[in-house]
Nanobody
Framework: VQLVESGGGLVETGGSLTLSCVAS????????MDWYRQAPGKERELVAT???????TYAESVKGRFTISRDNAKKTVWLQMNDLKPEDTAVYYC???????????????WGQGTQVTVSS
């Protein structure tokens, strides 16, 4: 299972970005998918989660600004980020908690991360 993120970049305060994460491999189903982020010198934190049934949860710090969505058929999850703030600067990682593949279940798949930098 491979997860590949894209869409990061440099944006000014108040700007928007949309991150994408595409899963590949001989995948049958994917359970919950998450976006995490890790700022320099800080621990990785959970930003948003979306279940296979499309239920969503968000960290308090991003509620009302970020939107997570997915397309199960395309094996893709997105993170729409609006009204970005300097404190949103971090490497953003995609995670899939359980992926059912041709070789059995795979747990805890991670992407390589994409850098988001918000200038003040």
């Amino acid at each position: 299972v491979q997860l590949v993120e894209s869409g990061g970049g440099l944006v000014e305060t108040g700007g928007s970005l949309t991150l994408s994460c595409v899963a590949s491999g001989r995948i049958f189903t994917i359970g919950s998918m998450d976006w995490y982020r890790q700022a320099p010198g800080k621990e990785r934190e959970l930003v948003a989660t979306i279940t296979s049934g499309l239920s969503t949860t968000y960290a308090e710090s991003v509620k009302g600004r970020f939107t997570i969505s997915r397309d199960n058929a395309k094996k893709t999850v997105w993170l729409q980020m609006n009204d970005l703030k300097p404190e949103d600067t971090a490497v953003y990682y995609c995670n899939a908690d359980r992926v059912t593949t041709a070789w059995g279940p795979v747990y805890g798949s991670w992407g390589q991360g994409t850098q988001v930098t918000v200038s003040s």
